[in-house]
């Protein structure tokens, strides 16, 4: 069935047992001068100027890579062999203009482990990384996206070596905690250049892998090519207007007292609005609503449960509305001004290998799960601004998800609508409601858009009543139909979802891995 194979990668990822002879096999060596350094580098150095494939790892003072310090540089050119350069003011320069010419080496081959952070603290050291770039922990993401991919599970599980771990270097964690700069050269010396040549070993074990797959092979390609870009998009960052969001913070501020009053009002009575307990006694006890699901506390009163009580009660909706509020207010409203730099930009943190499907992801800000379909929202988005003389441009594929199904199932109706540039809401209102596409309101459309999004990932007939405020009945016969009209789309549904497609690993169209887990996939 087109999207969906059958395949299992468990076979090579079988931990491998700890080798017995580490650390006496490794030749890990500290290099303190640049004479030192030019020795090493002309041993390793080709006819034609270039070097042979280079693992390779930063140490800083931190993870800011615009305010912390550059400490060293490791690198192995050689399995079990592994070199670490510290940084210090007075060889700096001189250091970073030798190997400069390396890193910016075209032919040469870089391998690395979540390589855009050393990719961006050479760039604010004013080096440009080049060459062909191959990251492990995006090699590894691609082949198991379901297991973690930090440096010291991978050697772990693929070398049979424990790493050297960083909290073990530097005592822990609290106030005691050392500094990476306080732990003693020849330490650090053994955990950096482990580290490069952990990451050399790594890709050797990984490369064969992905080339096993031409699909792995260009996600791996794209991945790749994707990673200077983010880059460059967190160097740069973006501009927040905090005027805006402060003079917003004012209004919010307003918005929720006055929430909180007519929810007192409502109530009869003031109570704690954030007291999970005060809650269950005002919605169980005294408005006599059912509860539903029970916690170590007591009754739950989680969003779920209120989005259902809501349909019976005005007091749980206002709950919820008050609860928007103030995360907005935490979250973004007085936060976001908190987190710009000097020149009033944020630079978050676009991540390649953090969700199993596939999608980018940002963290540090998270910028992604800004609320859109609200004023609220809008207003947040409305203090991101482009300098003078630039606009930002914002664009977006046009219902993909549906697009896709409409590939994948094969539909006749859905993929009809979409070469003929039909609305495809319009024309899933007009058939739900039984009317013709122009006698379709902007309401019956509102509610076409939220079955054709919610059906195609399981929502049930009480789910969808309870989003749209009909009765379930109503809400059962608008599923019926849907699957009449497009029933390509229940097909491929149903057969997605048949025992014999569910074994322990999926594949998308495209070979990014999925594990099921004996579970249906949905």
């Keep these: ?83 670490y350069i510290p940084v210090n003011e007075t060889n700096k320069n001189e250091l970073l203009s030798t190997l400069k010419p390396i890193f ?33 922990m995006i090699a590894h993401y691609l082949l198991q996206p379901e297991l973690k991919h930090g440096m010291d599970y991978l050697a772990e599980v693929y070398l049979g070596y424990q790493t050297i771990h960083y909290e073990d270097l530097v005592g822990g964690k609290g106030k005691k905690q050392l500094t990476l700069q306080e732990v003693p050269l020849e330490k650090v010396c053994d955990y950096a250049a482990e580290d490069a040549d952990f990451t050399y070993q790594l890709w050797e074990k990984f490369n064969p892998k992905i080339k096993d797959s031409e699909e792995t092979q260009k996600l791996f390609a794209m991945e790749m090519n994707l990673l200077p870009v983010l880059a460059e998009m967190e160097i740069t960052g973006i501009h927040l207007n905090s005027a805006a969001l402060e003079q917003y913070n004012i209004e919010l501020t307003r918005g929720i007292e006055d929430a909180e009053q007519e929810i007192y009002k409502e109530a009869g009575h003031e109570f704690n609005i954030a007291s999970p307990k005060q809650l269950q006694t005002v919605l169980f006890e005294e408005r006599k609503l059912k509860p539903g699901k029970k916690t170590k506390t007591g009754y739950s009163t989680d969003t779920s449960v209120l989005e259902e009580l809501a349909m019976y009660d005005v007091i749980p909706k206002m709950i919820l509305e008050y609860r928007e509020m103030a995360k907005l207010q935490s979250t973004y409203v007085e936060t976001l001004p908190k987190l710009c730099d000097a020149n009033g930009r944020i630079h978050t943190d676009f991540v390649q290998t953090g969700t199993a499907t596939g999608r980018l992801s940002c963290r540090e800000p998270n910028l992604q799960n800004i609320p859109v379909r609200n004023e609220a929202g809008r207003r947040i988005r409305s203090a991101f601004t482009a300098p003078d003389g630039k606009v930002l441009i914002s664009a977006d594929y046009a219902q993909i998800e549906l697009v896709v199904l409409a590939h994948l199932s094969g539909d006749k109706n859905m993929c009809k609508a979409f070469t003929e540039g039909t609305d495809v809401h319009r024309s899933t209102a007009a058939l739900i409601y039984g009317v013709q596409p122009e006698a379709v309101t902007p309401e019956m459309r509102r509610t076409a858009k939220t079955i054709n999004f919610g059906v195609i990932y399981g929502m049930s007939a009480f789910r969808l009543a309870q989003d749209l405020g009909i009765r379930r009945m109503e809400a059962e016969q608008f599923i019926q139909n849907y699957d009449k009209f497009y029933s390509d789309i229940s097909r491929f549904k149903a057969e997605s979802v048949h025992p014999k497609h569910c074994a322990s690993s999926t594949t998308s169209m495209y070979g990014i891995a999925g594990h099921s887990g004996g579970h249906l996939l949905r």
């Design 1 to 83: 069935m087109a999207g969906i194979i059958e395949q299992d990668f468990t076979h090579w990822c079988k931990p491998v047992p700890l080798n017995d002879d580490y650390p006496d096999k490794f030749d890990l060596k500290c290099i303190t001068s640049i004479e030192e350094l030019n020795t090493i580098l002309n041993s390793y150095k080709k006819e034609d100027g270039t070097y042979p494939m280079m693992g390779f790892d930063t140490e800083t003072t931190g993870l800011d890579v615009f305010n912390d310090r550059l400490l060293g540089l490791s690198f192995s050119w050689k399995e079990t062999e592994g070199y």
């Design 104 to 136: 910016e080496n075209p032919n040469t081959k870089k391998i690395g482990q979540n390589m855009k952070f050393d990719l961006m603290v050479l760039a604010v050291n004013g080096i440009a990384l080049k060459g062909e770039l191959c990251d492990c």
